[in-house]
């Protein structure tokens, strides 16, 4: 296996277009599962297809183990690729699609039929290798390209969106048998995706992509607790972050937040922060989970009365949404304490979890210090707890 | 229930649709009719009888003199159209490759103007084809011959593989780079077992096309090397003598017979080839 670094690489079709790829950072251990997601268009693709070789970068370079191979062709760069429309060779059956690199690659017949056992084995397809394409389900195509990927053994395994065109539940599976491969052969991976739920289970290290700019990269939890900048804390969650427009006011050196159910008011006081923030149009960003009904006991925890105006009951979590400041709030409770439709609750925020944004640019205010109070943080495993 | 019983017993419309059917086929087929009939029969019979008159004797003399003043030609025949249909496949089929699947800058308006090839009437390439040949020292001879059908072909063979090859995935060449394949080798290991249907669509169309090719046949081609096509004109046209139309009808069964051939046997891959690309499966 292999290290994986991008150093700067740019992409564009032309003079006068928009850059597909603005100078893309990224680097990646021996091993590690690197997850590219982002909505359509955002050029996470086109970042596969150069570290592939399929398309040439116009700046920068690609290196693997240290060494630079943006000039190299495909079959010399030792990566394989699984399509999203799996790509399976229709004329061959499922042993010569296995076969067909390993044959061009002049390995010998028996290891030819060696390597092709494993795989099958490995992907539990050894019963459809007399098969062609045609006569098998999607998510036998998707096993069927995994293991043409699987049999070069390659330093880099690329993924593009491999479990897309699969029906809800064996999205679920083959998303589980993928970390599962993972663990067991540790191979280095880069995965292009557009769902945030296979980004947060799959990866160890996840880009964000938008517009042809990596807008944060990080593990999972990094990029869920600690994200970069609205677009980032939107696309990353399910269901997404709230974001309340405000105006924060400054009393006696600290910052509030005034939030205004209609029912009932509440002051959520976030430290002292930087000057000049009370002056500015902000976005405040909480996610459903951590909005909790208030205890009987009192917490010091701000609170706030509102009422309820829809609930969307999961199963584990029921959703339920109020409205804070004209805008809709979802909060994630347990369904045990799900109330009517109609009922007014308590519901308590905890200000170290809030987030700040900059209204006009989407940057995280604040981010990387520690500008907001540390008011409750001792409380929050208690209600967590629930 | 209703449609049940429409099924036992067709409708009056039902019966027109069928009756414009076989009308409309048997004006195709009255022609082939009459030439059978009338390449059985004996010089006599046919001045005493009808077009469509049962032969009295049936006689083969007919097909045996036709076959002792063209014969020769037929052969010929097949030394043109077997290279040039052959040659001018596969170029095309390497052009719509490159064009579908290799496309480089202008390869939209080199095709462009590959597509005008399509539309220039044979007449207008006669002298510049016939300069070049010159030019090539190829003036009257076969290879001459077949050099311009391939050319002239080529716009036709290139337009079909292009089309077909545009609806196959871009991703499964892609693959076969990723898998080490060149160019030469996924063209013939992964997209040629695919072409089967175009191929014979190809096929069928070049092979009627040169095949039945006079002009091209009558200019570039000289005394023994012309094809069937010139050598039936030749003896139909003859002025000396009484005319024997079972010849004639004879010989031009035997000119047209290949083609015919080919349709029967390619027939089904030719309306599936035309209709690939159509639907995605």
Request: charged share 15%; hydrophobic share 45%; glycine share 10%.
């Amino acid at each position: 296996m292999a290290t994986l670094e991008l150093r700067n690489v740019n992409k564009t079709y032309g003079s006068g277009l928009p850059d597909t790829l603005k100078n893309i950072e990224l680097k990646i251990g021996s091993g590690e599962f690197l997850i590219l997601v982002g909505p359509s268009g955002c050029g996470k693709s086109t970042l596969m297809n150069c570290i592939a070789g399929l398309e040439q970068i116009s700046g920068g370079a690609i290196l693997v183990d240290d060494a630079d191979i943006s000039g190299m062709s495909p079959k010399d760069r030792d990566i394989a690729m699984v399509f999203q429309s799996y790509a399976l060779y229709p004329t061959m059956n499922v042993r010569d699609n296995i076969a067909f690199g390993l044959k061009i690659r002049k390995m010998t017949p028996a290891a030819i039929d060696e390597e092709v056992a494993r795989v099958a084995k490995l992907l539990q397809i050894e019963h459809l290798l007399g098969r062609k394409p045609g006569q098998l389900s999607g998510g036998q195509q998707q096993r069927v390209a995994m293991g043409r990927a699987l049999a070069r053994r390659p330093r880099i395994y690329l993924f593009d969106e491999p479990l897309s065109n699969l029906d809800a539940k064996l999205r679920v599976e083959m998303r589980t048998e993928i970390k599962l491969m993972h663990q067991r052969l540790k191979t280095t991976t880069v995965y292009v995706t557009h769902d945030q739920i296979e980004a947060m289970t799959l990866g160890d290290k996840v880009a964000v992509m938008k517009d042809g700019l990596i807008q944060q990269f990080g593990t999972p939890q990094q990029i869920y607790n600690d994200p970069a900048n609205l677009f980032v804390a939107s696309f990353i969650g399910s269901p997404p972050m709230n974001f309340i427009p405000l105006r924060l006011q400054r009393q006696e050196g600290r910052l509030l937040a005034l939030l205004d159910s209609g029912q009932g008011r509440c002051e959520l006081p976030l430290g002292t922060g930087e000057a000049g923030l009370e002056a500015r149009e902000v976005i405040l960003g909480i996610r459903p989970e951590q909005i909790s009904l208030a205890g009987v006991e009192g917490n010091g925890l701000p609170s706030i009365r509102a009422q309820v105006q829809v609930t969307e009951p999961t199963g584990p979590d029921t959703l339920v949404f109020v409205t804070l400041n004209q805008t809709k709030v979802c909060c994630r409770l347990a369904p045990e304490f799900a109330p009517q439709v109609g009922e007014s609750l308590s519901l308590q925020f905890d200000p170290a979890r809030v987030l700040l944004f900059d209204a006009e640019t989407g940057e995280r205010l604040g981010r990387g210090r520690a500008p907001l109070d540390t008011v409750g943080t001792d409380n929050i495993a208690q209600f967590r707890g629930r | 229930m209703s449609s049940s019983l429409a099924a036992r017993r067709p409708s009056l419309s039902r019966l027109a649709v069928y009756a414009t059917l076989i009308a409309a086929c048997l004006v195709y087929l009255v022609p082939l009719i009459v030439m059978l009939l009338t390449s059985f029969k004996s010089p006599d019979d046919i001045r005493t009888g009808n077009l469509l008159s049962w032969p009295e004797v049936i006689t083969g003399i007919g097909w045996v003199k036709a076959w002792d003043a063209v014969g020769g030609y037929f052969w010929n025949s097949v030394k043109i159209t077997v290279p040039a249909v052959l040659i001018s496949t596969l170029v095309g089929a390497l052009n719509g490759y490159v064009l579908s699947m290799w496309r480089f800058r202008g390869s939209q308006l080199f095709f462009g103007l590959l597509l005008f090839g399509c539309f220039l009437p044979f007449q207008t390439v006669l002298l510049p084809a016939s300069f070049t040949l010159g030019k090539l020292g190829l003036a009257s001879t076969t290879t001459g011959l077949v050099l311009v059908h391939i050319v002239y072909g080529l716009a036709f063979t290139t337009l079909f593989f292009r089309n077909y090859y545009t609806s196959v995935p871009q991703a499964l060449v892609q693959a076969a780079r990723l898998d080490g394949a060149g160019f030469f080798t996924i063209f013939g290991r992964i997209l040629l077992p695919m072409s089967i249907p175009i191929i014979m669509v190809c096929l069928i169309w070049q092979f009627t096309q040169i095949w039945n090719d006079f002009l091209f046949g009558v200019v570039f081609a000289s005394g023994d090397a012309q094809p069937i096509t010139v050598a039936l004109n030749n003896l139909v046209n003859t002025s000396t003598g009484a005319k024997e139309y079972n010849v004639d009808m004879a010989a031009a069964m035997i000119a047209g017979l290949p083609t015919l051939l080919v349709y029967v046997l390619a027939g089904k891959y030719f309306l599936r080839g035309l209709t690939a690309g159509a639907v995605k499966g």
